[in-house]
């Protein structure tokens, strides 16, 4: 941000504090239109007139850079614009807005009140409770078929599910209804121990609709599938997941209905427009109240009463204490060793950030560089920009600075997306693909992530499904140090040095590591095919864990990843297709026609070459249009498909999200 001399700086804070102030003479200030980004500090009759009927407007932000982008939805989560459309809508308070015009001026923006927006947003502040169902919107549960969902899942998975409540909220602790705040816990507990833990928050905005469903689709993905990945299994035997599907339930309901609401439902402070509340990631006790946020009630980012005023932060303050240790000292400077495990994610939206504390200083965190290179990786996955959280101005009271402040836990904020009310096509279709694969990394890390996160990782892990008993396979894998979105800096170039495989008991259960050897004959690069030839004499029948590991040229060692080989076990028959796909195109098998099946389980297998990203779908023919009913979108050249089919006409779809080459696609039926 530009500073200035002492003398115009004085000058624009004067004149800041006369901008509403001059509302109140008479007669009111005439209204001007300012030349294009040059802004003006004189409040015109009609903003003069919309703030007296309106703690909040929505003011429209015309900037000019990425940068100021990056800086303006950092700082206040936007209701509207986007970087490409070059403005964004903010619902802010008169102090607010005052500060965004003076820095405006200073950044060349043009920032005016929306009189349209503002009219809306009010009118949904008026929206009663009670929706069962959010209209226009099928892909999102209210809060009870969120809840509902979570109970099914530990219904049909109870060795692996549980479902308690850990507090209630505003208006349950009142009595006046609401409703308990409830985690969902993932993990085989026929397995003991100390586990690592991800903690996944969501929703804490009550107007963000994808937050919340991303994480119980996020749940219902990792329950499906332990037991068949490989991956999902070794993650739910020895580590934890916990998710709290809705964090502001009282809020939430507000929001079901349409209205833009942000806060929760605390009306002990009412106020003329009906904007009562807290916003809760303004009212967590680490650092509170030391900027960014409000002390009128009015405001969207009013900071309660005190430090952790409100029931709902509590009762989180609680939870995020229970999932991990305090690993911090007191003071700021106090880094958490490096082997600290946990990874805590506090999902928003929108603005398509991966953020990391600090939120209320410039200052880079005692861990900043380990959560730089991990949030980088956490954003290579959904190609969001990765970025320290504080913006144009600072915040505090937030639910990362707190859970890395006082506890050391690997902290972060994803913010999804392109809108509050997201369409369920750019859900499903986007937002939910790539940031399930962000989460699953994050739980990948969760035993060391700020260990983990820099190092490399293992990819396109291949063996065979099964080998006869005393034989040996071929193990296969792309070790690789460069998925890191690049695009707010780099990482420091780290090549690999090593790679080795483990049978049944990973490298932190004490197992015993087997080298494995770079194709090309060096390991002298930062991407390395590898390769082991592995004996199975000694091990038993049956289904067997491999898991794989490198090393990079500072020693660090990446997560592992992992495949089942089936000891003595036969594989299924089943159908091979082999082609080639050049890049972002799509290759059809057993062609464009399809195939007719009269319905049973469909599993389709596809693997390319070492560093490409191949994408696998299942599409049925429906009179005369082909529509997709199944997908396999991970970041890796290999994809798995399993479906219960109806009778009909299906094909598989192969598709290069990049790369180019050879692919091989097994089906079974």
Same mark, same amino acid.
């Given at each position: 941000?530009?500073?200035?001399?002492n003398?115009?700086?004085?000058?624009?804070?004067?004149?800041?504090?006369?901008?509403?102030?001059?509302?109140?003479?008479?007669?009111?200030?005439?209204a001007?239109?300012?030349p294009?980004?040059?802004?003006?500090?004189?409040?015109?009759?009609d903003?003069?007139?919309?703030?007296?009927?309106?703690?909040?407007?929505?003011?429209?932000?015309?900037?000019?850079?990425?940068?100021?982008?990056?800086?303006i939805?950092?700082?206040?989560e936007?209701?509207?614009?986007?970087?490409?459309e070059?403005?964004?809508?903010?619902?802010?308070?008169?102090?607010?807005f005052?500060?965004?015009r003076?820095?405006g001026?200073?950044?060349?923006?043009?920032?005016?009140?929306?009189?349209?927006?503002?009219?809306?947003?009010?009118?949904s502040?008026k929206?009663?409770?009670?929706?069962?169902?959010?209209?226009?919107?099928?892909?999102?549960?209210t809060v009870?078929?969120?809840?509902?969902?979570?109970?099914?899942?530990? $219904?049909?998975?109870?060795?692996?599910?549980?479902?308690?409540?850990f507090?209630?909220?505003?208006?349950?602790?009142?009595?006046r209804?609401?409703?308990?705040?409830n985690v969902?816990?993932?993990t085989?507990?026929?397995?003991?121990?100390?586990?690592?833990?991800?903690?996944?928050?969501?929703s804490?905005?009550?107007?963000?609709?994808?937050?919340?469903?991303?994480?119980?689709?996020?749940?219902?993905?990792?329950?499906?599938?332990?037991?068949?990945?490989?991956?999902?299994t070794?993650m739910?035997?020895?580590?934890?997941?916990?998710?709290?599907?809705? #964090?502001?339930?009282?809020?939430?309901?507000?929001?079901? $209905?349409?209205?833009?609401?942000?806060?929760?439902?605390?009306?002990?402070q009412?106020?003329?427009?009906?904007?009562?509340?807290?916003?809760?990631?303004?009212?967590?006790?680490?650092?509170?109240?030391?900027?960014?946020?409000?002390?009128d009630?009015?405001?969207?980012?009013?900071?309660?009463v005190?430090?952790?005023?409100?029931?709902e932060?509590?009762?989180?303050?609680?939870?995020?204490?229970?999932?991990?240790?305090d690993?911090?000292?007191?003071?700021?400077?106090?880094?958490?060793?490096?082997?600290?495990?946990?990874?805590?994610?506090?999902?928003?939206?929108?603005s398509?950030?991966?953020?990391?504390?600090?939120?209320d200083?410039?200052t880079?965190?005692?861990?900043?560089?380990?959560?730089?290179s991990?949030?980088?990786?956490?954003?290579?996955f959904?190609?969001y920009?990765?970025?320290q959280?504080i913006?144009?101005?600072p915040?505090?009271g937030?639910?990362?600075?707190?859970?890395?402040g006082?506890?050391?836990?690997? #902290?972060?904020?994803?913010?999804?997306?392109?809108?509050?009310?997201?369409?369920?096509?750019?859900?499903t279709?986007?937002?939910?693909?790539?940031?399930?694969?962000a989460l699953?990394?994050?739980?990948?890390?969760?035993?060391?992530?700020y260990?983990?996160?820099?190092?490399?990782?293992?990819?396109s892990?291949?063996?065979?499904?099964?080998?006869a008993?005393?034989?040996?396979?071929?193990?296969?894998?792309?070790a690789?140090?460069?998925?890191?979105?690049?695009?707010?800096? $780099?990482?420091?170039?780290?090549?690999?040095?090593g790679?080795?495989?483990?049978?049944?008991?990973?490298?932190?259960?004490?197992?015993?590591?087997?080298?494995?050897?770079?194709?090309?004959?060096?390991?002298n690069?930062?991407?390395?095919?590898?390769?082991?030839?592995?004996?199975?004499a000694?091990?038993?029948?049956?289904?067997?864990?491999?898991?794989?590991?490198?090393?990079?040229n500072?020693?660090?060692?990446?997560?592992v990843?992992?495949?089942?080989?089936?000891?003595?076990g036969?594989?299924?028959?089943?159908?091979?297709?082999?082609?080639?796909v050049?890049?972002?195109?799509?290759?059809?098998?057993?062609?464009t026609?399809?195939?007719?099946?009269?319905?049973?389980?469909l599993?389709?297998?596809l #693997?390319?070459?070492?560093g490409?990203d191949?994408?696998?779908?299942?599409?049925?023919?429906?009179?005369s249009?082909?529509?997709?009913?199944?997908?396999?979108?991970g970041?890796?050249?290999?994809e798995?498909i399993?479906?219960?089919?109806?009778?009909?006409t299906?094909?598989?779809?192969?598709?290069?999200?990049?790369?180019?080459?050879?692919?091989?696609?097994?089906?079974?039926?």
């Open positions: 941000m530009k500073r200035f001399t003398g115009p700086a004085l000058s624009l804070i004067l004149s800041a504090s006369l901008l509403l102030g001059a509302c109140s003479q008479a007669p009111q200030p005439v001007a239109t300012p294009a980004g040059t802004g003006t500090l004189v409040a015109s009759a903003e003069c007139r919309t703030f007296e009927q309106n703690p909040v407007v929505v003011s429209r932000i015309e900037f000019r850079t990425p940068r100021d982008w990056l800086d939805v950092k700082t206040f936007p209701v509207g614009g986007s970087l490409e070059g403005f964004v809508l903010l619902d802010v308070g008169k102090e607010d005052e500060r965004l003076v820095t001026l200073t950044r060349g923006w043009t920032v005016q009140i929306d009189a349209r927006e503002t009219q809306r947003h009010s009118a502040l929206t009663p409770l009670g929706a069962l169902s959010i209209n226009g919107y099928s892909c999102y549960r009870e078929e969120t809840y509902t969902s979570a109970q099914n899942l530990v $219904a049909q998975y109870p060795n692996l599910a549980s479902w308690s409540s507090g209630s909220s505003w208006l349950k602790s009142k009595g209804g609401g409703y308990d705040m969902l816990k993932l085989n507990r026929s397995v003991t121990g100390t586990k690592p833990r991800l903690l996944i928050t969501a804490i905005h009550a107007r963000e609709y994808t937050p919340a469903e991303l994480a119980t689709r996020f749940a219902e993905y990792l329950l499906a599938n332990y037991g068949r990945d490989a991956d999902v070794w739910l035997d020895t580590q934890e997941v916990w998710l709290v599907l809705q #964090s502001n339930p009282d809020g939430r309901k507000k929001a079901e $209905a349409g209205a833009s609401w942000r806060k929760n439902a605390n009306d002990t009412a106020c003329g427009n009906g904007l009562f509340g807290a916003d809760l990631n303004r009212n967590f006790n680490y650092a509170w109240g030391t900027g960014g946020s409000s002390t009630p009015c405001n969207e980012t009013y900071r309660g005190g430090a952790a005023s409100e029931p932060t509590q009762n989180l303050q609680t939870l995020i204490r229970d999932a991990f240790p690993s911090r000292g007191p003071a700021r400077t106090d880094a958490a060793p490096a082997s600290t495990p946990g990874v805590y994610i506090d999902i928003h939206s929108y398509k950030l991966v953020l990391w504390p600090w939120g200083t410039n880079v965190a005692p861990n900043g560089v380990a959560l730089q991990l949030g980088r990786k956490l954003a290579f959904n190609g920009t990765p970025e959280s913006g144009l101005y915040t505090s937030t639910t990362n600075d707190f859970a890395y006082e506890l050391g836990v690997a #902290s972060y904020t994803f913010e999804l997306g392109n809108a509050f009310f997201e369409s369920c096509s750019a859900f279709g986007t937002i939910l693909p790539q940031n399930q694969a699953l990394y994050a739980l990948r890390v969760a035993r060391a992530p260990q983990l996160g820099s190092g490399p990782d293992s990819v892990v291949s063996a065979p499904a099964s080998v008993t005393g034989g040996t396979f071929t193990l296969s894998a792309s690789t140090n460069t998925r890191f979105n690049t695009s707010n800096g $780099a990482e420091p170039t780290r090549t690999i040095t790679a080795e495989y483990f049978i049944d008991t990973p490298p932190w259960a004490g197992g015993t590591p087997t080298a494995m050897t770079a194709t090309d004959g060096t390991f690069a930062a991407t390395e095919a590898v390769r082991a030839t592995v004996s199975v000694g091990l038993s029948a049956g289904k067997h864990t491999v898991y794989v590991r490198a090393r990079n500072s020693g660090t060692y990446g997560p990843s992992a495949v089942f080989v089936t000891v003595g036969t594989t299924p028959p089943g159908t091979t297709y082999t082609g080639t050049a890049s972002r195109g799509n290759s059809y098998q057993p062609g026609a399809g195939f007719s099946y009269a319905g049973g389980t599993k389709g297998n #693997s390319a070459a070492a490409t191949f994408d696998l779908y299942l599409q049925k023919l429906s009179g249009t082909w529509t997709q009913v199944a997908a396999s979108e970041s890796t050249s290999t798995a399993t479906y219960a089919a109806t009778s009909g299906y094909r598989w779809r192969v598709y290069a999200y990049s790369g180019s080459g050879s692919y091989t696609l097994t089906e079974t039926r």
